[in-house]
C-alpha cells in the first residue's frame, strides 16, 4: 500500500469551492472529495444566506452511468426512457443496486449557498429542481461573480458552481401540496444519455407526504434542453475587477486542437497532434507509427532529477515551433507574458472520432474569453467583449457544436468549435 500525506496552505483570497482528486486510472472517480477553503473570520462574505450544502457528482459506470449525488443514487433511467437514439442497450440489471437517493434536507423560507462540485470524469451534466427555478450563479471555480440568474446548472469534469437557493415557505408548500422535490440530472452528449435524481426534502411541520420515494420517476420530469453550448456564455462577471489583459498587452498566442486519434497502436486524445500519458509518453510528429515514451519520468520529477538538462528551449519553442518545446514536450511560457491559448474541436476523419472535452489549468486562473462554432475569429470575439469583463476560470467546456456523431466521416476535418483562454503568467513552475 502506498499513501501520501499532503498539506493545503491556503493564502488570502483563495477561499472558495475544490475538490481533490487523483489523476491516475480509476482513483481519478474514486479517490476524490470536496476540498472546501473557508474565508478568514475578518474577510466578509459579499453575499447573505443562512447555510449551505455541497452536491459532490460522480459517477458509477462511466460512460453510460448513474450520476452520485454525494455517493448516492436511484439506478437511472435508461436509454429508452430517455428517448436516446437508437442504438443502444439495456445495462445488466445484475450489477444495479437501488441505494437510495441524496436526500437534502433544507427549511422553508430560507437562504441556501449551494456548492456544486463535478468530479465526474466523463460526463456533462445538466440540473434542475422541481419547482425551484429560482437559482442564482455567485461563484465559479472559487471565484466570486455578479449575481447570474437561471433555471438549472450546467456543469462538466472538474467545474464547480456555487448558487443561491431560495426555498419555499411554508405557505407555497401547502400550495403546492407537497414537501419532497426531485433534483433532476440529465446527462449529454452520450452515446446513451440518462437521468438520474436527488431530493429536495423540507424539514416541516405542515401534514405532507415525508416518505421518501422506493423509485425515481419512470420519466424525465424536466424538460432540460439538449443544446446549450450558450448557457450563460459572456454572461459571467467578476464580483470586482479581476485586472482582465487588454487585447493589445497580449505577448503571443498558443493554439491547441483537440482531437481522438485511432492509430495501430490504440486510442489517444492529442492536443495539438501530440499525446501525453501518466509516464509523460507521447507520440511526437507521427502519433499513427511511434509510440515511445520521451522520457520514463514525470516532467516535473524530471527537472528534480536533472536540473537544468530538463529545463525546455523556450526561444526554440516560440521561434520555431509554435510555442511547443519538441525536446520535453511541453509548452514553456515566461512570468510577465500574457498568452492568448485557443483551444479548437477536431474531428479525426472517422465516425464517432469527436466528442467535448473538458479543459483544465492546474497551479492558476485563465481568462475565459467564450466560446463559439467553427474556427476562431480573434477580431470578431475582441468585439464581442467589449464592455465585458470576462471571470476567472481553472476549467472550461470546449463543445462540438453539432448532434451529428459522424462528423469526421467522409475525411471531413473542418474545425467544430472553440474555446479561448487569455493567461497573465505569474506564477513560475
Not at 9 to 34: I, L, M, N, W
Not at 128 to 156: C, K, W
Amino acid at each position: 500500500m502506498h499513501y501520501f500525506d499532503y498539506e493545503v496552505r491556503p493564502e488570502k483570497g483563495d477561499a472558495g469551492t475544490y475538490f481533490y482528486h487523483s489523476h491516475v486510472g480509476f482513483q481519478a472517480v474514486s479517490a476524490a472529495g470536496p476540498l472546501i477553503i473557508e474565508e478568514q473570520s475578518s474577510q466578509p462574505i459579499p453575499y447573505s444566506y443562512d447555510d449551505e450544502k455541497t452536491l459532490f457528482l460522480t459517477e458509477l459506470t462511466g460512460e453510460a452511468g448513474t450520476i452520485l449525488v454525494n455517493g448516492k443514487s436511484y439506478v437511472p433511467l435508461d436509454a429508452g426512457q430517455t428517448q436516446t437514439p437508437r442504438p443502444w442497450t439495456k445495462p445488466d440489471a445484475s450489477i444495479l443496486t437501488n441505494c437510495g437517493p441524496e436526500i437534502m434536507e433544507v427549511e422553508p423560507g430560507r437562504t441556501y449557498r449551494m456548492r456544486m462540485i463535478g468530479g465526474m470524469a466523463l460526463n456533462l451534466v445538466s440540473v434542475a429542481v422541481q419547482d425551484h427555478a429560482n437559482l442564482t450563479v455567485i461563484a465559479v471555480d472559487a471565484s466570486y461573480v455578479q449575481p447570474a440568474e437561471t433555471d438549472r446548472i450546467q456543469i462538466g469534469s472538474g467545474q464547480r458552481f456555487d448558487f443561491l437557493l431560495q426555498t419555499k415557505t411554508e405557505s407555497e408548500l401547502q400550495s403546492l401540496g407537497r414537501s419532497k422535490f426531485w433534483i433532476q440530472l440529465d446527462t449529454r452528449y452520450r452515446p446513451i444519455d440518462t437521468t438520474s435524481y436527488a431530493l429536495l426534502s423540507y424539514k416541516t411541520t405542515l401534514p405532507l407526504n415525508q416518505t421518501v420515494p422506493s423509485s425515481a420517476p419512470s420519466k424525465p420530469l424536466i424538460a432540460l434542453p439538449d443544446d446549450f453550448q450558450d448557457w450563460l456564455e459572456y454572461t459571467l462577471r467578476p464580483l470586482t475587477p479581476n485586472n482582465f489583459p487588454p487585447a493589445s498587452s497580449v505577448t503571443r498566442s498558443v493554439h491547441l486542437s483537440s482531437a481522438q486519434l485511432t492509430a495501430p497502436s490504440g486510442l489517444f486524445f492529442s492536443a495539438q497532434n501530440r499525446t501525453w500519458t501518466d509516464l509523460n509518453q507521447h507520440l511526437s510528429a507521427t502519433p499513427f507509427s511511434n509510440t515511445t515514451p520521451s522520457t520514463g519520468t514525470p516532467y516535473l520529477v524530471d527537472i528534480y532529477r536533472r536540473g537544468t538538462p530538463a529545463i525546455p528551449d523556450y526561444a526554440s519553442a516560440v521561434t520555431h515551433h509554435g510555442g511547443w518545446d519538441p525536446t520535453l514536450n511541453v509548452y514553456p511560457a515566461q512570468t510577465g507574458e500574457i498568452i492568448d491559448i485557443i483551444l479548437t474541436n477536431e474531428p479525426d476523419g472517422l465516425p464517432i472520432g469527436f466528442d467535448l472535452h473538458p479543459w483544465h489549468i492546474h497551479g492558476g486562473h485563465v481568462y475565459d474569453l467564450g466560446s463559439g462554432p467553427g474556427e476562431y475569429n480573434a477580431v470578431a470575439n475582441e468585439e464581442k467583449l467589449k464592455g465585458y469583463e470576462p471571470v476567472l476560470r481553472d476549467t472550461t467546456m470546449l463543445y462540438k457544436y453539432t448532434d451529428s456523431e459522424l462528423v469526421g466521416a467522409n475525411l471531413n476535418y473542418t474545425t467544430q468549435g472553440w474555446r479561448a483562454w487569455r493567461l497573465r503568467v505569474e506564477d513560475p513552475g
